[in-house]
């Protein structure tokens, strides 16, 4: 018999989730409400940009990939992937709202099957959520008990943008929190199948939950580390950051990824499981200072790059500044949490005249500002008759950018985030942040 799994949720997560499993031969159903995003889905088009995805889309729909609104499709499903977004509150609490809902019609059509289901929740949810919210929904809606009628597991998932193909495919560990039944047994056959080379860490719902946080929580911990260390190599004649990040990455005990320091970290995970973290420590008794700390540097981060901008323009207002990069990292155009969009925010209620580029990104880029600045769709048209360039996010079209494009600058100021032209030799007056005066 051919294995069901049903994927509630479409979009970065789940997307990648449904089109990985039925590339590899299972028969899928992606399940989202919106009924717009699951036609543009059903023709191969993904509603984002992702490398890799929508080819594996299109390999996943040869094979019998079904898209839909249905949810009563997950009636003969053996596992259903809630992967249903937990935004943020201006609490910094997450939202439960569309996880709320989603388990609410889950219940209802575990109570008219005799299948034996398991329900794997992927969303991001604070310790607890399992145990206090989500269990109770599906118990009260399917008259059901969980453990003896149906599996229920939280299963977090640890993708990055624009590797979201390659981490499905291709996971560090494997994380279930549950109860030890014939379901848990179950699931760990499914993803000792699926994921063969990936350690397999079985948990309860609560340390599983916690584990998505803390895997967070110390990457934005390494990249204020070394955003820190940078800020201190400014003030230190021909010290250089990318040397020391080179260095202490060899260690190790701490490992080379997350110490390229920049403006900040941002994007849909990381500054959202911070605040959400931060508020349930707080809640749960405990100060969470590290945290607050980390949160805190990153923050300065952006003041320290206006400082920079206002000392050598001498003031902002009305100058033409050019941001170049609004997708919080390089090969998406994500722009959620992006420092560059917290960057613009600031630099207009200073009165400055923006204008960005960005190669993916320039669309969501608009659905913000509108016309309150400029967009371009070309580095010399962004670059003309630019007071300062400011460079946000390491594209590798920005690495082929040459004296002939810097000419076209007004004034030829350029403010490198990222250090991109820190070992070029360009005509124009440069600073890099951790690269020492």
């Excluded at 018999?1 to 789940?14: D, T």
């Excluded at 003896?148 to 494997?174: C, M, W, Y």
């Excluded at 100060?287 to 206002?310: D, F, G, R, S, T």
């Excluded at 155009?333 to 923006?354: C, F, N």
Aim: net charge positive; proline share 3%; with cysteine.
């Amino acid at each position: 018999m051919i294995m069901k799994i049903a994927v509630i949720g479409l979009g970065f997560v789940g997307l990648s989730l449904a089109a990985v499993l039925a590339s590899k031969g299972y028969k899928t159903f992606g399940i989202d409400i919106d009924n717009e995003k699951c036609q543009i889905i059903s023709k191969g088009h993904s509603t984002f940009f992702e490398p890799e995805l929508e080819k594996t889309l299109r390999k996943g729909l040869k094979n019998d990939l079904i898209i839909s609104n249905d949810f009563s499709l997950i009636k003969n499903c053996d596992f259903v992937f809630v992967t249903v977004g937990t935004p943020q509150k201006s609490s910094g609490a997450i939202e439960l709202s569309m996880i709320k809902n989603s388990v609410t019609k889950i219940g209802k059509i575990l109570h008219s099957t005799k299948k034996d289901q398991i329900i794997l929740i992927k969303s991001t949810v604070i310790p607890g959520t399992m145990r206090d919210i989500i269990l109770p929904i599906l118990e009260k809606n399917s008259k059901k008990k969980a453990g003896k009628d149906f599996g229920l597991i939280s299963n977090p998932e640890f993708l990055q943008e624009t590797t979201a193909i390659r981490d499905t495919k291709f996971p560090h560990a494997v994380v279930l929190g549950g109860y030890d039944t014939k379901y848990m047994k179950k699931a760990k056959r499914f993803f000792s199948k699926l994921h063969p080379n990936a350690p397999i860490i079985i948990t309860n719902h609560q340390t599983a939950e916690m584990v998505k946080y803390a895997n967070n929580s110390f990457l934005a911990t390494k990249i204020s580390f070394i955003n820190q260390l940078s800020n201190i190599c400014q003030n230190i004649p021909e010290a250089n950051i990318d040397d020391i990040s080179k260095t202490i990455g060899l260690d190790p005990r701490i490992g080379k990824l997350f110490l390229n320091a920049g403006p900040g970290y941002g994007g849909s995970c990381l500054p959202k499981d911070m605040k959400a973290l931060i508020n349930f420590a707080s809640s749960v008794g405990v100060k969470p200072i590290l945290l607050n700390a980390v949160e805190e540097i990153n923050e300065k981060q952006l003041q320290e790059i206006i400082k920079l901008l206002e000392k050598k323009l001498n003031g902002i207002s009305s100058k033409r500044i050019t941001v170049m990069g609004t997708s919080f990292k390089p090969n998406t155009d994500d722009i959620r949490d992006s420092i560059s969009v917290e960057l613009i925010k600031k630099l207009l209620m200073k009165k400055s005249k923006i204008t960005v580029y960005d190669p993916k990104a320039l669309e969501n880029t608009k659905k913000i500002f509108g016309d309150k600045i400029c967009y371009e769709n070309t580095v010399i048209d962004a670059l003309s008759k630019s007071q300062c360039a400011i460079f946000m996010t390491h594209w590798k079209e920005f690495e082929k950018i040459d004296n002939k494009a810097i000419r076209y600058m007004k004034r030829k100021l350029i403010i490198d985030c990222r250090r991109i032209f820190a070992e070029e030799k360009i005509d124009a007056e440069y600073y890099a942040l951790g690269i020492g005066q």
